[in-house]
C-alpha cells in the first residue's frame, strides 16, 4: 500500500511494505510538490532548490550518487563503490559532477552508503530490494522496457551476481499510467503478449477510438487499439521469476495529474516524478 510523506512540508510517496527497512534503506517517488527534474526554465531553480532538500534528507552527496541517461532500453548497470568523475574533467576537479551512465534505464546498488534517481512521467518505475543481500535495483519500464522484460532482467541480474533468491526479493511499482488511459496501437499488444504466460486482465481492447472497451476480447480489426497494464505486465514478470512480494500504487499519473506528472495529458511535458533509492 502506498501512502504520503513529506519531506519539509513537500509530498512524496513511499511504499508500506519498505517501512521495516528503514533507515537502511530508503526509498520514496517524488510529486509535482517535490520534483526534481525538469527542462522547463522557470522551474528549474524550484527543482534544484528540490533536489538539494531531497539529497540532504537521503545523505547524498557527489562522492556517493549515481545517474543514468535513460533511453528506453534494458540496459542494467551495477554501481561500483563510488561514481567516477566526469570523463571529461581531472581528478583533482572535485567542483564537476561525477560521469552519468549512459544509455542505461537500470541501476544496481548493493554498496553502503550509495544512491542513485530515475526518472518518470506516465512509464512504469519498478524498485527492486532484497533484504539478505542488502541489494536494490531501480528500473525504468517504458513500453518498450516491458517489452524487453527489463523487470525479469533486474531480477536475473540479482540472482546472478549477488546470490539473491527471487523469493527473497520485495518489488514496488511506483506511479505510472493507467490500462484505461494507455490507449497503443496493436503493435504494442503484439510486443508485449508474450513477455508474460499469464495475460488474464492485462489487455484490453476496443474497435475503434470511439469504441468502448470489450474487455480481454481480441477485436480482429485493423482500427482495434489496445490498453495494456503496464503496473500489472511489469508484476507478473516479477511473479513468473519467482517473487513473492510486489506492493503497485494505486495512484495514476493521468488520473491523478493533480499530483503526478503526466506526459500524455501534459502534452509532452519536460517534468518529471522521480524514484530515489539510497542503501544506507
Given at each position: 500500500m502506498f501512502y504520503f510523506d513529506n519531506i519539509k512540508g513537500k509530498k512524496i510517496l513511499k511504499s508500506s511494505v519498505l517501512i521495516e527497512f528503514e533507515p537502511n534503506f530508503q526509498h520514496f517517488f517524488t510529486t509535482k510538490e517535490s520534483f526534481i527534474k525538469t527542462n522547463d526554465p522557470k522551474l528549474e531553480n524550484a527543482a534544484n532548490s528540490n533536489l538539494e532538500t531531497v539529497l540532504n534528507h537521503i545523505g547524498a552527496n557527489r562522492e556517493n550518487f549515481f545517474k543514468i541517461k535513460q533511453t528506453h532500453s534494458t540496459n542494467i548497470v551495477i554501481c561500483p563503490e563510488?561514481?567516477?568523475?566526469?570523463?571529461e574533467n581531472k581528478d583533482t576537479d572535485k567542483s564537476k559532477p561525477p560521469e552519468i551512465f549512459n544509455d542505461t534505464d537500470g541501476i544496481i546498488l548493493h554498496k553502503a552508503d550509495?544512491?542513485?534517481?530515475?526518472?518518470?512521467?506516465?512509464?512504469?518505475p519498478v524498485l527492486l530490494y532484497d533484504p539478505k543481500n542488502h541489494t536494490a535495483a531501480g528500473l525504468h519500464a517504458g513500453w518498450r522496457g516491458t517489452a524487453g522484460a527489463i523487470s525479469r532482467k533486474g531480477v536475473s541480474l540479482m540472482k546472478k551476481e549477488f546470490n539473491s533468491n527471487p523469493k527473497d526479493i520485495i518489488a514496488v511499482i511506483g506511479p505510472c499510467i493507467g490500462q484505461e488511459d494507455f490507449e497503443s496501437g496493436m503493435?504494442?499488444?503484439?510486443?508485449?503478449k508474450n513477455t508474460?504466460?499469464?495475460?488474464?486482465g492485462l489487455f484490453k481492447f476496443?474497435?475503434?477510438?470511439e469504441g468502448k472497451l470489450t474487455g480481454s476480447l481480441l477485436v480482429n480489426s485493423d482500427s482495434a487499439k489496445s490498453f495494456p497494464d503496464l503496473a500489472?505486465?511489469?508484476?507478473?514478470?516479477?511473479?513468473?521469476?519467482?517473487?513473492k512480494t510486489v506492493d503497485i500504487c494505486h495512484f495514476k499519473t493521468y488520473r491523478n495529474n493533480d499530483i503526478l506528472f503526466s506526459y500524455r495529458r501534459e502534452n509532452k511535458t519536460t517534468n518529471r516524478i522521480s524514484m530515489v533509492l539510497k542503501l544506507g
Open positions: 563510488k561514481p567516477a568523475l566526469n570523463k550509495t544512491a542513485t534517481v530515475l526518472h518518470f512521467a506516465d512509464c512504469t503493435e504494442v499488444y503484439e510486443a508485449l508474460v504466460q499469464n495475460q488474464e476496443k474497435e475503434t477510438p500489472k505486465i511489469n508484476a507478473v514478470q516479477l511473479m513468473e521469476e519467482g517473487v
